[in-house]
Nanobody, 118 residues
Framework: QVQLVESGGGLVQPGGSLTLSCAAS????????MAWYRQAPGKGREWVAH??????NYADFVRGRFTISRDSAKNIVYLQMNNLKPEDTAVYYC?????????????WGQGTQVIVSS
């Protein structure tokens, strides 16, 4: 099993910045991909960005404003969010794809709230 603990959400004014982090822990696992999703009030969950050993990719609505990065040694993924807009208000979820004892699994964090408001 892999446990995910997220942190870094909060209230920020439009144009401000926040950094989210998600730490993965457990035993006998190897991470393939780490990603961030978000879910705004009344909307479905949507993909924001992901990172693997080879590349990073972003949804169009965050490209140029958000940066995903990873500390592979510590199994932590970050989401640096700049120039935040009110429409970025959502619960942000960490998602990890990992191999645990030879089997592929997908894990979700508990979510962290981001509110962009003046």
């Amino acid at each position: 099993q892999v446990q995910l603990v997220e942190s870094g959400g909060g209230l920020v004014q439009p144009g401000g910045s926040l950094t989210l982090s998600c730490a993965a822990s457990g035993s006998d696992f190897e991470i393939n991909v780490m990603a961030w999703y978000r879910q705004a009030p009344g909307k479905g969950r949507e993909w924001v960005a992901h990172i693997n050993n080879y590349s990073t990719n972003y949804a169009d609505f965050v490209r140029g404003r958000f940066t995903i990065s990873r500390d592979s040694a510590k199994n932590i993924v970050y989401l640096q969010m700049n120039n935040l807009k009110p429409e970025d208000t959502a619960v942000y979820y960490c998602n990890v794809g990992a191999v645990v004892r030879g089997t592929n699994w997908n894990y979700w964090g508990q979510g962290t709230q981001v509110i962009v408001s003046s």
